[in-house]
DNA sequence: ATGGTAGCGATGCTA
């Protein structure tokens, strides 16, 4: 099985590549962050006419979430038990849904999809907002781990975390969110609970998944990975491939309006 | 030269 994650940064404005990428690329399941689409207005048909069923979270145009699946998709979960909510007034945002992915006479992986919110800057109440959503998303994936050993499990999305310097095309430039102790340290607690960076061994470090709009920050390869994807032994372990597909951060040649998301598609091999 | 990019949706907010 193929899977993969992407922050496609409006999922309408890139509706063609996204579908596009499926196809070519032959994947089989795709986690989506920041698809920027309330529920109502989710392009549901483009991925049905294209073999892929589809599982959606929006709320507003900010956030947003889903799992698309050609290999089946059953027991959709939105948001997990515990998220903070933020706000005026306090609302839980659509950053997280969990969705089972796999032939119905197999284990399948249980796939969620997170957009951990960014935190702006470390005095930022976004910031306080960021750890806090990474708490509650460990204590309710430790649990989800340990009620069921088995059952492959990953965490998929955008962390807005670099777990170490060399995760960050210049460690000197960064001096605010993404690299701070306190989020490497909630990042840690997940590799404490079980779950490991099934990317990192296979690709090996500086390998990044995101790039800034500005800046040409991408030809000058100033990127971060911050783009993760974290299993239980029982998905890392039936991993046997990984890369990321920066052919996507790249705009489509001769036209307009077909720009890329700053954010480049990780894809995991899987033996399932 | 005190900006710079992109998306949403109608203005400024978010990343």
Redesign the pocket.
Same mark, same amino acid.
């Given at each position: 099985m193929r899977l993969a994650t992407w922050n496609v940064?409006?999922l309408?404005?890139?509706l063609e590549r996204v579908v596009e990428w499926l196809v070519t690329a032959d994947v089989d399941a795709v986690a989506l962050q920041e698809t920027?689409v309330?529920d109502d207005k989710f392009p549901v048909m483009a991925f049905e006419a294209a073999g892929y069923e589809v599982a959606y979270h929006g709320l507003? !145009?900010?956030?947003g979430v889903a799992v698309v699946s050609r290999v089946g998709l059953r027991d959709v979960q939105v948001g997990f038990p515990g998220v903070p909510p933020f706000g005026d007034p306090p609302v839980a945002e659509a950053r997280a849904m969990g969705a089972t992915v796999g032939p119905a006479d197999g284990p399948g992986v249980r796939l969620w999809s997170l957009y951990v919110?960014?935190g702006?800057t470390v005095e930022d109440p976004?910031y306080a907002y960021k750890l806090r959503w990474l708490e509650a998303l460990r204590e309710a994936a430790t649990g989800w781990a340990a009620a069921a050993p088995e059952q492959p499990l990953a965490l998929v999305g955008d962390w807005?975390i670099a777990p170490t310097d060399e995760d960050v095309w210049d460690p000197s430039v960064f001096t605010g969110t993404h690299v701070t102790p306190a989020e490497r340290a909630a990042l840690a607690a997940f590799t404490d609970a079980g779950f490991a960076d099934v990317v990192l061994p296979l690709t090996g470090p500086g390998v990044f998944s995101y790039w800034d709009?500005? !800046?040409l920050a991408f030809p000058k390869k100033r990127g971060m990975r911050i783009d993760l994807v974290l299993g239980n032994e029982a998905f890392a372990s039936r991993v046997t491939g990984a890369r990321v597909d920066r052919e996507q951060r790249k705009p489509k040649a001769s036209t307009t309006g077909q720009?890329p998301s700053d954010h480049a598609p990780v894809v995991v091999e899987l033996d399932l």
């Open positions: 940064n409006s309408r404005s890139r920027k309330a507003n !145009q900010w956030n919110p960014n702006r976004h807005n709009y500005q !800046q720009g």
